[in-house]
T-cell receptor
Framework: KNQVEQSPQSLIILEGKNCTLQ??????????LRWYKQDTGRGPVSLTI?????NTKSNGRYTATLDADTKQSSLHITASQLSDSASYIC????????????FGTGTRLQVFP | GAGVSQTPSNKVTEKGKYVELRCDPI?????LYWYRQSLGQGPEFLIY????????DSGLPNDRFFAVRPEGSVSTLKIQRTERGDSAVYLC?????????????FGPGTRLTVL
């Protein structure tokens, strides 16, 4: 069964610190992996999209990595800000069915001053 | 508008009633998606449209759920004989083209509460 698992489930850090969120997936055959940020009460917003051949992609203070061999991805947030408090969701789609996104349950990040 | 809009933002109904949830996609986006997100979970795929037709409705949980997109733009998700288990946030997304980088833009969702 195609699944996406994320860890940790929740994380609290102090403003200015770095953190790394993890994602493992079993989706096969793999097409692409995305990280979304979802603020409370809002829809998810795309941060990065990576295909099989890409192993890192950055978007400002967000850097995503992908190891397609081990089926793992990470999202690193540098110099966290209060506005980074949100849920971060790892999303994978399978080849031949790229429109059907498979979502992880998310990591809830809280950044405190 | 600039983004995907959904109405209403909140809907409270009684068990057994019929509800309609509306999605206005980004202008020009041909693909439209519906997802359901329960508390503390990631969104789950329900159905997606390419133009006016439902290209994949395999995520609809049962025949009480139905969605239409008659003119290839606005879509309505219809739920008959609502049950308490239908309570969730219903998210709509749209995308421009069906490519591997097919970026889906999400609306703010409709929070449905079935009492």
């Amino acid at each position: 069964k195609n699944q996406v698992e994320q860890s940790p489930q929740s994380l609290i850090i102090l403003e200015g610190k770095n953190c790394t969120l993890q994602c493992n997936y079993t989706v096969s055959p793999f097409s692409n992996l995305r990280w979304y940020k979802q603020d409370t009460g809002r829809g998810p917003v795309s941060l990065t999209i990576m295909t099989f051949s890409e192993n890192t992609k950055s978007n400002g203070r967000y850097t995503a990595t992908l190891d397609a061999d081990t089926k793992q991805s990470s999202l690193h947030i540098t110099a966290s800000q209060l506005s980074d408090s949100a849920s971060y969701i790892c999303v994978v789609s399978a080849k031949y069915n790229t429109d059907k996104l498979i979502f992880g349950t998310g990591t809830r990040l809280q950044v405190f001053p | 508008g600039a983004g995907v809009s959904q109405t209403p933002s909140n809907k409270v109904t009684e068990k057994g009633k019929y509800v309609e949830l509306r999605c206005d996609p980004i202008s020009g986006h041909t693909a439209l998606y519906w997802y359901r997100q329960s508390l503390g979970q990631g969104p789950e795929f329900l159905i997606y449209f390419q133009g006016t037709g439902a290209a994949d409705d395999s995520g609809l949980p049962n025949d009480r759920f139905f969605a239409v997109r008659p003119e290839g733009s606005v879509s309505t998700l219809k739920i008959q004989r609502t049950e308490r288990g239908d309570s969730a946030v219903y998210l709509c997304a749209s995308s421009l083209t069906l490519t591997v980088y097919n970026e889906q833009f999400f609306g703010p969702g409709t929070r449905l509460t079935v009492l």
